[in-house]
């Protein structure tokens, strides 16, 4: 049989159903598959792991000093926020114990009134409905309404944010029944002043 040329073994590969065993069988039998010779390969594979090896001392070098100079500078940073926490704890003057109940129960006993509008233009009540709107606001809607006076006894429960909605008709009583289903809250009616606890 005659060599094949390379036109015909890519005939071949690409539409081997055209071509008989016989002829598979001597395309394989002619391509030639370079062997490699391992020792050589394994000796080019050492000479290349030495060279790295004497370039890695530099770089392992490299890696240790900017790790000692990050470290240093993250201690001194903590040193500096230490000393300076402490020297704003000694220049702190200590407020007797006295002044501090004072002053939590004058932060407790927060009063919070929106005083009525003298002049309402229209005295009649409206639906209102409030999505996603402090308590603060709800609050000060109630007090125009209902004309009454609203006192935070925890500062904290202004900003808790409510959907609410009530009508026009409704009592003062079941809105606030409304309000005191939700958990974090509790306001109660006392003559024509609404508690926040």
Known sequence: MRSMKNKDRIRMLLHPEQ???????????????PVPDVEEEWQQFKAQRQ?????????????????????????YAAIQHFRRANDVKEHTPAIAPQQKEVQEMERQETEYHVAPIAEKI?????????NNVELQQIMQQLSR????????????KRTLRFYLKWEANDSIQDILNRINHFEKVHLTLSGETITIE
Do not use: C, H
């Open 19 to 33: 071509y008989t065993d016989e002829q598979l069988d001597q395309m394989l039998d002619e391509t030639s598959i």
């Open 122 to 130: 229209d005295s009649i009540r409206q639906d209102q409905q409030f």
């Open 145 to 156: 309404d209902y004309d009454v006076k609203v006192v935070f006894k925890n500062e904290a």
């Open 51 to 75: 060279r790295r090896r004497r370039q890695n001392p530099m770089m392992r070098w490299a890696a240790v000093i900017i790790t000692v100079a990050a470290l240093s500078g993250i201690t």
